[in-house]
């Protein structure tokens, strides 16, 4: 079937490009294949040109000195034009379609030329395998069968290359999901620790007020025992399940009153007394995921709580959405953080070293799986904070 050339649609990048191939430098596999196909053809210049848009990057090469040339001005070209499995020009100064080029009237003196296109499987011209003479001369047909054979062996090569970039990807991609995944178990068991005490304190309280009996307190502490254990359990089960198949963060989505979620979540956090936490006004149904979502705000509404240093705090939630993305800002009046840190504190492992409300530091877990989760849901976030003021963060998600 008819070769094509490597250009895309846009005509801007290349198949090419996929083999990270597009560099001018030495590489011995590449290189011993050029000084093998020089001394079979018996010439003192051997070359592999991979075609870039518009112009024909020299890649690697033997007994020559030439660079990089334009496009158009290159002979190479036409043996990736005219669909031939071989473009021989026994002398380039006889021939019309190159008598006039640079290279045929210039000190290089080229007047040999056979050039074997390098194809890949699905029928994309990458570049070519050429061999130069400064003197004009006849391959034998046993030459060019070797040539074709070492073209083969060129396009094979990069073929491997790809499959090993490919795979260094997936690598690269598994790695990361490994590491947030162990970023988000550590954060998750931290917060856990939240409804564990809910269950730990109610238990106890229960304990004590069954020794009075009639008391129609029991009732209630009851029933906030088994509604934390529910959600508890609930967690953990969404938290197995997302550490087997991670990309079920995007896929398992529910739709959700945001206001009834964001109870759940509160239920889920030690708020102190002093405390007020106001959620965004009206009715919002979102379609999300809910483990997700638990956890970010979760972390946001902890740290909030945790760093405020006001006689009455308060958290602001706000949220609106439009055609493409949910927006959620959560604004508190804490301690702050100074510009510098902005950037920093989505960091893994990094803290500002400052103790909380309750004497305690950080663990530089929390908002660096925050910005993974938000990331992992196409989505954004950003902090604006005054010291001494109070923080907002912002965050965009994709529906």
Do not use: W
């Not at 018996?42 to 334009?70: C, F, S, V, W």
């Not at 070797?146 to 795979?167: G, Y």
């Not at 950080?362 to 910005?371: D, P």
């Amino acid at each position: 079937m008819p070769s094509k050339l490597s250009l895309n649609e846009d005509g801007k990048s290349t198949v090419a490009d996929s083999y990270n191939i597009l560099v001018t430098g030495e590489e011995k596999d590449f290189n011993d294949l050029t000084v093998l196909a020089s001394a079979i053809c018996q010439t003192p210049i051997a070359l592999i040109n991979l075609i870039d848009e518009k112009n024909n990057d020299l890649h690697t090469q033997t007994g020559t000195t030439i660079t990089k040339r334009d496009f158009e001005n290159s002979f190479a070209v036409h043996s990736l034009l005219n669909n031939q499995d071989i473009t021989v020009v026994e002398d380039l100064t006889q021939d019309e379609r190159f008598d006039n080029k640079p290279f045929v009237l210039g000190k290089e003196e080229i007047t040999f030329y056979a050039g074997v296109p390098l194809i890949n499987d699905e029928g994309y011209v990458l570049g070519s395998l050429c061999v130069i003479d400064s003197q004009s001369k006849t391959l034998t047909l046993k030459q060019i069968d070797a040539l074709k054979i070492i073209a083969r062996q060129i396009v094979d090569k990069l073929e491997l290359r790809k499959k090993a970039i490919v795979s260094a990807e997936t690598i690269r991609e598994l790695r990361d999901s490994n590491l947030f995944m162990q970023k988000f178990a550590a954060m998750a068991a931290h917060d856990i620790k939240n409804p564990l005490s809910s269950i730990l304190l109610s238990a106890q309280s229960l304990k004590s007020r069954l020794e009075k009996l009639n008391d129609e307190r029991c009732g209630k502490l009851v029933d906030l025992n088994i509604s934390s254990t529910q959600r508890l359990m609930g967690l953990l089960g969404d938290m197995l399940e997302y550490s087997k198949k991670p990309a079920l963060l995007l896929a398992k989505k529910e739709d959700i009153d945001l206001t009834e979620l964001l109870r759940i979540i509160i239920s889920m956090v030690n708020t102190p007394d002093n405390f007020e936490i106001r959620l965004p006004e009206g009715l919002h149904s979102l379609n999300v995921s809910i483990v997700a979502i638990q956890q970010i705000f979760i972390n946001l509404l902890t740290n909030a709580i945790r760093y405020n240093d006001k006689d009455r705090g308060v958290v602001t939630i706000t949220f609106r959405q439009d055609d493409q993305n949910y927006y959620f800002e959560v604004a508190d009046n804490g301690i702050g953080i100074a510009e510098a840190y902005h950037e920093k504190i989505f960091n893994n492992s990094f803290t500002l070293k400052i103790t909380d409300r309750y004497e305690q530091k950080g663990s530089g877990i929390g908002l660096s799986t925050v910005k993974e989760l938000v990331k992992a849901l196409n989505g954004k976030i950003s902090v604006s904070s005054v010291p001494g003021r109070g923080t907002t963060f912002f965050i965009s998600i994709s529906k």
